[in-house]
């Protein structure tokens, strides 16, 4: 059956580094998405993205964040400059429509940043 | 504000007891879907509600979405530790496909 990976399963880095989070969506789905769930909280939409370009962000998706999809296959999420508050689990998902059908998640990248 | 509030938040009951979890909000919505995540998981879809006043039934799970489309409710038939974990309703939110969850459920069924 196909699904969403994500790499790396868990990362640790210190404040003030870069991170790249990876994802590989299902092959024949249109949609992206990245969320964010920080520990014991709900999952939160960080940016939506079609068509290679963002289709929507949330206010948590500020300039230290970006996306790519560089290769037609990776759909990478990218944080500039790691903060303690930026410690979560980073969810990767998608889908073929637009505003219906299953949104098909990814395991979770888990991020720790000391 | 929340755009889905669900209730309760938390709730620990023992194998074989009957549940209801709730997803309520003041917008209305054209469908309205519930999700349930395990520990070190991402969500998985349950199902898709659309019509107002629509029961879905899956197993021991029922699902029923209001009849103004505001409000869906989970219900859990003879609970067993394997429905353990977070049970989130969710709701497309704008033209760009984003789905928006409430904060969830945590379904504890104790042995």
């Known amino acids: 059956e196909p699904e969403v990976t994500q790499t790396p399963s868990h990362q640790v880095t210190q404040m003030g580094q870069e991170v790249i989070l990876r994802c590989v969506p299902i092959s024949n789905h249109l949609y992206f998405y990245w969320y964010r769930q920080i520990l014991g909280q709900k999952v939160e939409f960080l940016v939506s993205f079609y068509n290679n370009e963002i289709s929507e962000k949330s206010e948590i998706f500020d300039d230290q964040f970006s996306v790519e999809r560089p290769d037609g296959s990776n759909f990478t999420l990218k944080i500039r400059s790691t903060k303690l508050e930026d410690s979560a689990m980073y969810f990767c998902?998608?889908?073929?429509?637009?505003?219906?059908?299953?949104?098909?998640f990814g395991e979770g990248s888990r991020l720790t940043v000391l | 504000t929340q755009l889905l509030e669900q209730s309760p938040q938390f709730l620990s009951i023992q194998e074989g007891e009957n549940l209801t979890v709730y997803c309520n909000s003041s917008s209305v919505f054209s469908s309205l879907q519930w999700y349930r995540q395990e520990p070190g998981e991402g969500p998985v879809l349950l199902v898709t509600v659309v019509t107002g006043g629509e029961v879905k039934k899956l197993k021991r799970l029922t699902f029923q979405f209001g009849d103004a489309r505001k409000d869906s409710s989970l219900h859990i038939t003879a609970a067993q530790p394997g429905d353990t974990g977070l049970y989130l309703c969710a709701v497309f939110y704008n033209q760009g496909g984003k789905l928006i969850f409430g904060q969830g459920t945590e379904l504890s069924v104790k042995p």
């Open positions: 998902a998608s889908k073929i429509e637009a505003n219906t059908g299953e949104l098909f």
